[in-house]
């Protein structure tokens, strides 16, 4: 039996297909349970058995991890049983417990027993109104209860238990602790931290669209007569066709951020910290505070609570001021001196629990917003102590200080995995620390970048200096001791960071028992590139070569190997497809590495194997590697490869690996299962029939000898079992493959002879039943050769990463293997040129790919394995297809990510030459040069505030940012876009004809608008909201006024939570198949594992529940859809950024809820929202905007907005014409929704022309029979009728003038109803109204669908990367 994992996501590197060893039918059931056993070994994961083999024999003995934990993705139920029962494990059913604190009523709270004491504190410091306690204890009985107990743990704690809140006497932590908390209470409201980036805070707006919640307070309004009140004119630039397009709506004014004031100063006081004789009785700290009735107080904190004292700004008076309140929390002291504070301070709360939860959790990841309005600074004592400590996250709460990253990080690697619950707490504790050490890194490469970390090199220039802080190591992107002279020198060292970190992501994702890999960051900040990682135990101790066990420090001169590393290393082999070989050291000694010689093994202090820069994981792209003496594919060479690369690290990427391999696969299927045919018509007609001609070179081998007959008695099945799969396989190949296969036989030519058996097969544990019929093993062999499988019974793809890097050497004994690899390497590339990127660009034709901006673009390339440095090739693609208007979306999106990417590469060294006090004129100044039609920019340099007396001598040792040269000053415009051009040229070999922005505009079509969002994001600028006058002649659009801040953009290893993916993966599977209500629960179960790994923010999280609501609709149950939706909305606002295209298709959805529930004035305000966004971040011209504007105006249609609806349906059928052709039958919908409003206008002759057109497109796609094309032509003759019955209803007019006898003509309003079926249909969600023969018939096609994919011949279309979740149920 044949089956084949494909379909485990990208992320998790999938095992190659299984040997076809067992083809040959040798009792597959053996083969079966060995691989059961060696499975139960080889992942010690407590799955019941049934569920590791769900996958037949594709779960072979090289599961790794990883798979094991596949549970086979739902194939069959029985995984899935088992799946499920796992999980009832964790969700024990919750109670409720009586919670009373001092001065307020005893209240009910909901609680699980998986729960921590502390949880309950985290809800009481949330609760309206017990916010202001910090410090206290819960006591259950008197007894005083274990913070960090479970609640499970805690005897007599049950049902109805009464837990008391008691007042605990504070210190000096839990003191800051208060003041800290009372402060971010008041600033609650407040979005400064979300501009400044700060705290994991971020922006969401979905609530003044929607005017707060939605759902039940939503229906409050009054029902009857809601049409007359809405008012739907857009503002003027939404209009189609308007080419306005400002800047301020962006970011909407909340009237809830106009901040209350409660208090005007909260700082720590002068007279800090208490002298000894103060300590003794009892104050920890002294607070000076000016309330809002400018009364300006002393406050002492002392372990009793907080009391005012008589001290002033000169004289320390710690006594007791007169009356003395002495309040156990701060909040209860200001009320009682301040009548302002208690009135806001109550107002303030209200507000606060009333935003959505949502709107205020912390991201995982800090998001950056590139444009913010001008925020008053306010004074901030938490703040300005924040900076200048070096807490991070929660060093206070955590004895010891600062936290040793690697060993937490290293530790949660090694917490059990074998069952559900405890793999849910590793992943949780692998995340969290992971967020926790990007955001230590981030703040730490800004602080090394801003000059204030000290070297631990001082002594040396700085482009080498090295530093460490908060136990993390930092180190810049420049080649400092010409370590990548032979790979291009500091352009090397720039991408070596980043290559190494998917090196990092790939052997973490692999995830093998007892291997380690580092903590790893890269940060690019102000023009610098700093590599942030965790130290390895002992290493700064040590000298480099001392502890390099495994691997090379000098390229490939000294290399050493350690058997320990090999067995580890093996382990990864087969996922990330690299090859065991063998390299000679300057002595010629052979030495045998399985990774490339860079990779280097340190044992550290801890005894820990780790493995360190990984940045050659992946095999070199030889297209952009030009090798003397080697010649490319022809494929290649046509598209004008190879091409010089500015360094000579360029390598593939795993996704066009892992696409390569599949293609093999499918390839070696084939040819197979044709000469196994063949075998089988020799052998019935006895006479030798010529050579199939698609496979000529291998079959004609294999045939010479195919006239004697054989009867085994295991040929012939196992010759169908091959065939039938093999056709199943062959209906998903695209034309690009066949071709591909037929280039594959060509090479199979090359005299790549596979000498004896191959001994890695025999590492990899597969199983080697030997084919007892030497016919079928010849098949196989043949075959084998021919796709360039490293061994020869079973096909096994791999790569040696060490090939053509310079300075390695090979052994002469494995010099034919060396030339396969090379064959293989060509291969590969050919691939990416010639299947790659043809099938990118047919997806975007047939909109199955749809980016919206540059990063949706690059996300799209990075899914198909393409490297960015391609997409000059994929645009000169585009320009040569014959369908290339229906790619103009596409093809403004990739040139205008062409030109934002020359433009970043030219901003980074500009800005290495800029000082810090120059740096807002500077970044304004390279802003005019690129955005501005002012002709001739001039800088401003910033004229010296402060003229200092000595002209300062220099220092020597100056900061990694701190150029002080004005070199920056001299760029104009027009020497910047020669520098764009000629990037443009040199890096991505794509010829830009410009001179100017305003050509490349005029030219391309290009928004300013766009280019500034590109640019800003990319850099990490954040600039003033305002409107900018980019095309004025006469002045510059940026003054240094405007730039705001500069953030950092930071890479990092996203941990997966696998369990929960999975269970992702069922539900879709399931709702696919059409069971709606099992996929709904696999989807619930998969949001509750989401929130258990991530916490409640995450993309995943927000794919999950836009899924959920999608399902929610579908099922009828509207107000749960628009519940779920406004929470993806926000998360997706909160976690991807307000105007992410993602956003924008979640705003419309969450349209489409809203007036399926009657709320119909918020379902316009959401479209509006959504389309000025997309205007904004991509412009008008794009087939997303059709469906838009269908909405659009399918909404006014409903409101009874007629000629606003027909401008953007007619906007829509425009752009659905242009992109989808004239004759396609969204045109015809269309047109169809467009005669509807002209028949409610009553100018029935235009109804007439747009229903006959849409009529003719039905008849000619469909036929005259379908229902689509009767229902066209009912509508024709009923708008005949109408337009009859108006035209004598007009000449009767004209006859008797004013006394005619009118007939009352019937005018309708659309139907709500009738406006929902439309929407539903544009928006591709169909119900289908199905008879009850209709189901069983429904029901045993899925049965007979799923036992077969049992059997393994259905092959499972792979599943594409988790964000690629666009809603695959029902499309028309």
């Not at 003191?175 to 971010?184: C, E, K, L, Q, T």
């Not at 690290?649 to 696409?659: K, T, V």
């Not at 079509?1005 to 095309?1031: C, P």
Request: some cysteine.
């Amino acid at each position: 039996m044949v089956s084949k994992t494909d379909d485990i996501p990208a992320s998790v590197p999938n095992c190659n297909p299984v040997d076809l060893a067992d083809e040959a039918g040798d009792g597959a059931q053996d083969s079966k349970e060995t691989s059961r056993t060696r499975l139960k070994d080889s992942c010690g994961c407590g799955h019941s058995t049934d569920t590791a083999m769900v996958n037949g024999d594709g779960a072979h003995g090289h599961t790794e991890e990883s798979e094991s934990k596949q549970d086979g993705n739902g194939e069959t139920d029985g995984g899935e049983d088992s799946n499920e029962q796992e999980v009832i494990v964790i969700q024990d059913t919750g109670f409720t417990v009586k919670v009373q604190a001092p001065g307020t009523e005893p209240f009910d709270l909901q609680v699980s027993p998986q729960e921590m004491v502390q949880e309950i504190h985290q809800v009481l410091m949330d609760r309206e109104d017990t916010c202001h306690r910090t410090c206290f204890s819960l006591q259950l009985d008197g007894n005083v209860l274990d913070n960090f107990a479970e609640l499970k743990s805690i005897e007599g704690l049950q049902e109805g238990s009464l837990l008391k809140v008691v007042e605990e006497p504070y210190t000096v932590r839990e003191a800051r602790i208060h003041v800290r908390h009372i402060r971010d209470l008041l600033k609650s409201l407040d979005p400064s931290d979300a501009y400044n980036g700060v705290d994991c805070n971020s922006l969401s707006f979905l609530s003044i669209f929607t005017d707060g919640d939605l759902g039940d307070s939503g229906k409050r309004k009054k029902k009857g007569n809601e049409l007359e009140q809405i008012d739907c004119t857009p503002p003027e630039h939404i209009l189609p066709g308007s080419k306005d397009r400002p800047l301020v709506p962006l970011q909407p004014q909340n009237k809830d951020w106009k901040p209350l004031q409660c208090l005007k100063v909260l700082t720590m006081s002068g007279w800090n910290p208490p002298p000894g004789n103060r300590k003794m009785h009892g104050d920890l700290m002294y607070l000076y505070m000016v309330t809002v009735e400018e009364r300006h107080v002393s406050v002492t904190a002392s372990t009793r609570g907080f009391y005012l004292n008589q001290s002033t700004t000169y004289t320390f008076n710690p006594k007791p001021a007169n009356p003395s309140f002495l309040s156990h929390s701060l909040v209860e002291l200001l009320s009682q001196i301040s009548p302002a504070f208690k009135k806001n301070f109550t107002a303030l709360q209200k507000k606060r629990v009333q935003r959505h939860p949502f709107e205020r959790i912390a991201t995982p990841f800090q998001v950056y917003s590139w444009t913010a309005p001008q925020v008053d600074h306010a004074m901030d004592c938490v703040r300005a102590e924040d900076a200048y400590t070096s807490r991070l996250g929660y060093e206070e709460h955590i004895p010891g200080q600062t936290r040793d990253w690697n060993e937490e990080l290293q530790t949660t690697r090694e917490l059990p995995r074998k069952n559900l619950p405890e793999r849910l707490l590793r992943e949780r504790a692998i995340f969290k620390v992971h967020s926790d050490f990007a955001a230590a890194a981030t703040r730490g490469a800004m602080a090394v970048i801003d000059g204030n970390v000290m070297a631990i090199n001082p002594g040396e220039e700085t482009r080498m200096q090295m530093f460490i802080w908060n136990n993390i190591f930092f180190s810049l992107g420049f080649d400092v001791r010409d370590h990548y002279r032979e790979l291009g020198g500091d352009a090397a060292a720039h991408a070596a960071p980043t290559n190494d970190l998917n090196g990092v992501r790939a052997y973490g994702a692999v995830d093998v028992e007892g291997l380690y890999t580092l903590g790893t960051v890269v940060v690019d900040y102000r023009g610098y590139r700093v590599t942030a990682q965790s130290i390895i135990p002992g290493i700064l101790e040590r000298e480099q070569e001392q502890s390099v066990i495994y691997g090379s420090i000098d390229f490939g001169k000294t290399v050493v190997s350690h058997s320990k590393y090999l067995e580890l290393l093996e382990k990864t082999s087969r996922p990330l497809k690299v090859q065991r070989h063998n390299v000679l050291n300057e002595k010629n000694e052979t030495v045998e590495l399985c990774s490339s010689v860079e990779c280097k093994g340190i044992i550290g202090n801890d005894g820990r194997h780790y493995i360190l820069d990984l940045l050659r994981t992946f095999p070199p792209d030889l297209n952009f590697l030009p090798v003397d003496g080697e010649e490319l594919p022809p494929e290649s060479q046509r598209q004008g490869f190879p091409r010089q690369h500015r360094h000579r690290l360029a390598c593939l990427r795993q996704e066009l690996i892992e696409a390569f391999v599949e293609h093999r696969y499918l390839l070696f299927m084939k040819m197979a299962a044709l000469q196994l045919m063949q075998q089988k018509a020799n052998k019935d007609t006895k006479t030798n029939t010529p050579a199939i001609t698609e496979t000529s070179e291998t079959t004609s081998e294999s045939n010479s000898d195919t006239t004697q007959t054989q009867t085994t008695a295991s040929d012939s099945p196992s010759a169908t079992a091959v065939s039938t799969d093999s056709t199943s396989q062959t209906d998903n190949t695209t034309p690009a493959a066949s071709q591909a296969a037929t280039d594959g036989e060509e090479n199979s030519s090359t005299p790549a002879t596979n000498g004896p058996l191959d001994v890695t097969a025999t590492h990899n544990g597969e199983c080697k039943s030997p084919l007892e019929d030497p016919k079928s093993r010849e098949v196989v062999l043949n075959a084998c050769k021919a796709v360039g499988s490293i061994s020869n019974t079973s096909f096994d793809i791999r790569f040696n990463p060490d090939i053509f890097s310079p300075g390695v050497h090979f052994p002469d004994e494995s010099a034919d293997d060396v030339q396969k690899q090379k064959q293989l390497l060509k291969d590969a590339a050919a691939f990416l040129v010639s299947c790659q990127i043809p099938s990118l660009v047919k997806d975007c034709l047939d909109h199955s790919a749809l980016p919206m901006d540059g990063a949706t673009l690059t996300e799209a390339l990075r899914q198909r394995g393409i490297n960015v440095r391609y997409l000059g090739s994929v645009l000169e693609f585009v320009d040569k297809t014959p369908a290339k208007t229906q790619l103009d979306h596409f093809y403004r999106i990739g040139i205008s990510e062409l030109i934002t990417r020359c433009a970043k590469h030219i901003f980074k060294t500009y800005l290495q030459g800029v000082e810090l006090s120059a740096l807002s004129a500077a970044v304004s100044h390279f802003l005019n040069c690129f955005l501005s039609s002012f002709p001739d920019a001039v800088a401003h340099l910033p004229p010296d505030e402060l003229v200092s007396r000595r002209k300062s001598r220099k220092r020597r040792n100056r900061v990694p940012g701190g150029g002080d040269n004005t070199a920056w000053a001299s760029l104009t415009p027009s020497e910047l876009w020669k520098s764009i051009a000629s990037e443009a040229q040199s890096y991505y070999h794509f010829t830009l004809q410009c001179e100017s922005v305003d050509q490349v505009v005029e030219k391309y079509g290009l928004q300013k608008i766009t280019l500034l969002r590109e640019i800003s994001v990319k850099t990490g600028i954040q600039i003033l909201i305002k409107e900018y006058n980019f095309d004025s002649r006469h002045k510059p659009a940026f003054t240094e006024e405007d730039i705001l801040n500069i953030f950092p953009v930071v890479k990092h290893v996203n941990p997966k939570a696998s369990d929960a993916f999975h269970f992702f993966q069922s539900g879709q599977a399931k709702v696919q198949q059409g069971f709606l209500k099992e996929g709904c629960e696999l989807i619930n179960e998969a949001l509750n594992l989401f929130n258990n790994v991530y916490g409640a923010m995450h993309v995943e999280i927000c794919a999950c529940l836009r899924l959920l609501a999608r399902l929610n609709y579908i099922m009828g149950d509207h107000p749960e859809a628009l519940s779920n939706q406004q929470k993806a909305v926000l998360m997706s606002e909160r976690v991807l950024g307000i105007e992410h295209p993602n956003t924008i298709q979640e705003y419309m959805h969450l349209a489409l809820y809203c007036f399926a529930n009657g709320q119909l004035s918020t379902a316009l305000k959401l479209l509006y929202r959504a389309r000025y966004l997309m205007l904004l971040v991509s412009g008008e011209d794009h087939p997303e905007m059709a469906l838009l504007d269908s909405n659009i105006g399918l909404v006014l249609h409903g409101v009874m907005e007629y000629d606003l609806s027909l401008r953007f349906l007619e906007n829509a059928l425009t752009i659905n014409t242009k992109y989808h052709g004239p004759r396609s039958l969204k045109v015809a919908l269309s047109h169809h929704l467009v005669a509807r409003v002209y028949e409610s206008k009553a100018e029935f002759r235009s109804a007439l022309q747009h229903e006959k057109e849409g009529y003719t497109i039905y008849k000619n796609q469909m036929g005259e029979a379908h229902e689509k094309t009767k229902e066209s032509s009912e509508y024709l003759k009923y708008l005949t009728q109408q337009a009859v019955a108006l035209q004598r209803t007009m000449n009767e007019i004209y006859k008797n003038g004013s006394n005619a006898s009118i007939m009352p003509l019937k005018f309708t309003a659309p139907s709500m109803a009738s406006i929902l079926e439309q929407l539903n249909i544009i928006n591709g969600i169909i119900f289908i109204p199905l008879s009850q023969k209709d189901l069983e018939n429904l029901k045993a096609e899925v049965q007979r669908r799923q036992q077969l994919q049992e059997l393994g011949k259905i092959e499972e279309p792979a599943e594409d990367s988790p964000l690629e979740l666009e809603d695959k149920i029902p499309i028309d």
